[in-house]
């Protein structure tokens, strides 16, 4: 195993479970002992996890996994819920997008989208994350907005005020939203708060807003509000997702959709 998908699969496991220790790791990934250690050093001088004696834990609550690690969790679910969002939007809108891998999915799912081949443009794609810009300018029937701001390493998005000049003077149909929770009490967040505060506006700029989010995400909180949950229209969730949580949504006005 190489050492990026060793790292990439411990972060995997760290996210998942908190704290892992040096054998257990060593164990999971059949390397040596060894090996981890020096693995969980080198991820803690990134800043990406914290040493402890004999293994490591995640930061804390406000932990945010970089966005090159996240690609392979809940694939399929991801892959669904996509598939489900981009069936929301019809061809000739003007479409926003903040980061993250499911928005990401959800992009690469209308550019395979047959009624989208051809267009003038088929679609307007208004975006502040550079890697979803990058994959969709190569779509001659697509036209790419991107925002200004700096480059967040860990999402790919661009943040801060220099974006705010460029959503102020647009509209949009309609906002496809990734979270790193949605409640219904407390709203969409992020874990950081520059990305929450261009995601809110990119969300203010549309007529409706899509949230693109797993199970996992839902009824959790994050440190930096987004919108609250009367701001939403849709939700667009997995399968594994209870009965009990759909109807809250619904209650709060949010059409829920299981994908």
Not at 36 to 65: C, K, N, P, W
Request: aromatic share 4%.
């Amino acid at each position: 195993m190489s050492r990026d998908a060793r790292w990439k699969t411990l972060l995997e496991l760290l996210v998942e479970q908190g704290r892992l220790d040096v054998e257990e790791a060593a164990a999971a990934l059949d390397v040596s002992a060894a090996t981890i250690r020096r693995d969980f050093d080198q991820l803690a001088e990134q800043q990406m996890l914290v040493r402890t004696r004999g293994g490591a834990v995640v930061h804390g609550v406000s932990y945010e996994l970089p966005l090159r690690y996240k690609t392979s969790r809940r694939a399929a679910e991801k892959q669904r819920i996509s598939a489900a969002v981009a069936g929301l939007i019809s061809p000739g809108e003007a479409v926003g997008f903040t980061g993250g891998t499911t928005t990401t999915e959800v992009a690469r799912a209308l550019a395979a989208r047959p009624d989208l081949a051809t267009g003038s443009p088929a679609l307007t794609i208004v975006t502040n994350a550079l890697n979803i810009a990058n994959e969709l300018a190569i779509r001659p029937q697509f036209k790419i907005v991107v925002t200004g701001g700096v480059a967040r390493p860990q999402s790919y998005e661009l943040i801060g005020p220099l974006a705010d000049g460029v959503l102020s003077q647009i509209t949009m149909d309609v906002a496809v939203l990734g979270v790193d929770a949605f409640d219904v009490v407390h709203g969409a967040a992020a874990h950081d708060e520059d990305e929450a505060a261009i995601n809110r506006l990119l969300c203010e700029r549309a007529q409706r807003v899509v949230v693109a989010a797993d199970s996992t995400k839902l009824a959790a909180r994050a440190f930096a509000r987004i919108c609250g949950t009367d701001q939403v229209d849709t939700l667009v969730t997995d399968a594994a997702v209870s009965d009990e949580t759909v109807a809250r949504f619904e209650e709060a006005g949010v059409a829920v959709v299981r994908a």
